[in-house]
């Protein structure tokens, strides 16, 4: 039992780096929509892994990256506008996997698990995998922090500027895909974007700078994480389920209070 509550408590920490980080650049760039997408598009991936019969964490991976390219893509060339492209594979995405699911031989048990999350059901596999995200995650972040703050902020001046904006923007796009499909496992398809923009909220209220922006998000998804795996622990609730509230009640109290200090002020 001690292994298992330190395993669902690590995996509760590194999910909320991860998503402190991704969610982070997510909210400043104005991608959330984006990552909306992305999230809806890899139910197609899940469906097609159950289909397959191989880890569907795999095939959502393509998934999330096939139709994060396609909407960068397509938006950026002008082609298509942004959110248009974006509802065209969330509504793709969902139906291909309720599709694959449909032929699926017998009953899939664990797609529920996908939809709705479950911490307890992360492997040690996926845990491996998290931290070998993260461990190549965070270098590259710290390295080209300033590039992509740059990239972040003006995008079109950043491409007049300098060369490989593009390869930076589609590489963005790719960290932001594995880490979603990283975390799905976690928080579920439904509850997962809440992860990646609450704690970004409720940082954004109190900072402006982006490396404090992603260290308060880390710090208060963390602190959620810990709270709500102790509530499903003890009041027998769920997990996901219980760290979204949490996180919203959280940004509810934080917007009170800087309204209450701009008042006095």
């Known amino acids: 039992m001690t292994d ?43 469906g097609l892994g159950f289909f397959l019969g191989v880890n569907p964490i795999y095939t959502a991976a393509l998934f999330a990256l096939g139709s994060g390219f396609l909407v960068e893509g397509l938006s950026s060339k002008g082609r298509v506008r942004e959110d248009s492209a974006i509802a065209a594979v969330w509504s793709l995405g969902m139906a291909v996997g309720i599709l694959f699911s449909h032929f699926t031989p017998g009953y899939a048990p664990n797609l529920s698990a996908y939809l709705f999350g479950n911490i307890l059901l992360v492997s040690k596999a996926d845990f491996w995998m998290l931290i070998g995200f993260l461990a190549i995650l965070i270098p590259l972040v710290l390295y080209y922090y300033k590039t992509l703050l740059f990239i972040m902020f003006d995008s079109e001046y950043a491409s ?106």
């Open 160 to 265: 007049t500027r300098a060369k490989g904006v593009g390869v930076v923007r589609f590489a963005m796009i790719g960290f932001l895909s594995i880490g979603i499909v990283l975390t799905i496992r976690t928080m579920g398809v439904m509850m997962l974007m809440s992860m990646l923009t609450i704690p970004q909220m409720i940082a954004s209220l109190y900072a402006h700078d982006l490396k404090k922006i992603i260290l308060l998000s880390i710090s208060i998804s963390m602190l959620a994480a810990l709270v709500g795996l102790a509530g499903s622990y003890f009041l027998n609730l769920p997990t996901g389920a219980t760290i979204i509230v949490l996180l919203c009640i959280s940004y509810g109290f934080a917007w009170l209070a800087k309204w209450a200090t701009q008042k006095v002020r």
């Open 4 to 46: 298992i509550l330190l395993h669902t408590i690590a995996v509760a920490l590194l999910i909320s780096v991860l998503t402190g980080i991704i969610g982070s650049f997510m909210v400043v760039r104005r991608m959330v929509f984006v990552g909306g997408g992305i999230t809806h598009a890899s139910f197609g991936g899940l």
